[in-house]
T-cell receptor, first 109, second 113 residues
Framework: GQNIDQPTEMTATEGAIVQINCTYQTSGFNGLFWYQQHAGEAPTFLSYNVLDGLEEKGRFSSFLSRSKGYSYLLLKELQMKDSASYLCAVMDSNYQLIWGAGTKLIIKP | EAGVAQSPRYKIIEKRQSVAFWCNPISGHATLYWYQQILGQGPKLLIQFQNNGVVDDSQLPKDRFSAERLKGVDSTLKIQPAKLEDSAVYLC???????????FGEGSRLTVL
C-alpha cells in the first residue's frame, strides 16, 4: 500500500528553527509537495521537490532524498503565524496525490 | 485573479437528509478535485475531474455520494442520504493541469446530527 508518515504534533519556540520530517512509500514518484493549513482554513501550497536536494524559499526550505523516501520542511526564524498544520503529499506514478495526515506545529512565545 | 469559490461554508443537517455543495474553480483550470477532510486527518480524494471527465472516483462512496461537472467548469457534490460519519469539511481544489500545485477553496463544513 501507499503510505506517508509524519509526526502528529511538534512544538517550537518563536524565533527558533524547526524541522518537520516526512517519509513515504508510494507506487512511483512524481514529486513531493508541502502544504500549510491554518486551523479552520484550506491548505495552501508551500513547496515542491522532484529532484534530490534542498529548495529554499525565504524562511522555508524543503529537502528531498528519493533513495531514502524522505523529505523535511525546515522553518527558520519562527513566527507565531507559523502555527499551523503542515501536510506532506507525494504524487505517485499515476499522478495522483497521496496525502499525509499532517503535522500540527505549535509555536510558543 | 479570483480564487476557488465554494458554497455553502457551513451546513447542518439530520442524518438521512441530503445536501449539495457547489464549487467554481479558478478560470482556466481544467482539473477539479473534491476532497473530504476529517479533523486531524489529511485530505481524502473523493473525485477528480479533468474538464468534464472523471479521472479518479475510486474512493467516492457511490451509494450515497455523487458529483458532476457538466460543462467542465463548476461542479456539484451531493450526499444522499447523509450519515453521521459524513461530518467533515469538503474541500474543492483546482489546478491548471495535473501538476500537484492545487488551489483550494475555503471549504464547506458539514455537520450531520
Amino acid at each position: 500500500g501507499q503510505n506517508i508518515d509524519q509526526p502528529t504534533e511538534m512544538t517550537a519556540t518563536e524565533g527558533a528553527i524547526v524541522q518537520i520530517n516526512c517519509t513515504y512509500q508510494t507506487s512511483g514518484f512524481n514529486g513531493l509537495f508541502w502544504y500549510q493549513q491554518h486551523a479552520g482554513e484550506a491548505p495552501t501550497f508551500l513547496s515542491y521537490n522532484v529532484l534530490d536536494g534542498l529548495e529554499e524559499k525565504g524562511r522555508f526550505s524543503s529537502f528531498l532524498s528519493r533513495s531514502k523516501g524522505y523529505s523535511y520542511l525546515l522553518l527558520k526564524e519562527l513566527q507565531m503565524k507559523d502555527s499551523a498544520s503542515y501536510l506532506c503529499a507525494v504524487m505517485d506514478s499515476n499522478y495522483q496525490l497521496i496525502w499525509g495526515a499532517g503535522t500540527k506545529l505549535i509555536i510558543k512565545p | 485573479e479570483a480564487g476557488v469559490a465554494q458554497s455553502p461554508r457551513y451546513k447542518i443537517i439530520e442524518k438521512r437528509q441530503s445536501v449539495a455543495f457547489w464549487c467554481n474553480p479558478i478560470s482556466g483550470h481544467a482539473t477539479l478535485y473534491w476532497y473530504q477532510q476529517i479533523l486531524g486527518q489529511g485530505p481524502k480524494l473523493l473525485i477528480q475531474f479533468q474538464n468534464n471527465g472523471v479521472v479518479d472516483d475510486s474512493q467516492l462512496p457511490k451509494d450515497r455520494f455523487s458529483a458532476e461537472r457538466l460543462k467542465g467548469v463548476d461542479s456539484t457534490l451531493k450526499i444522499q442520504p447523509a450519515k453521521l460519519e459524513d461530518s467533515a469539511v469538503y474541500l474543492c481544489a483546482s489546478s491548471y493541469g495535473n501538476t500537484g500545485e492545487l488551489f483550494f477553496g475555503e471549504g464547506s463544513r458539514l455537520t450531520v446530527l
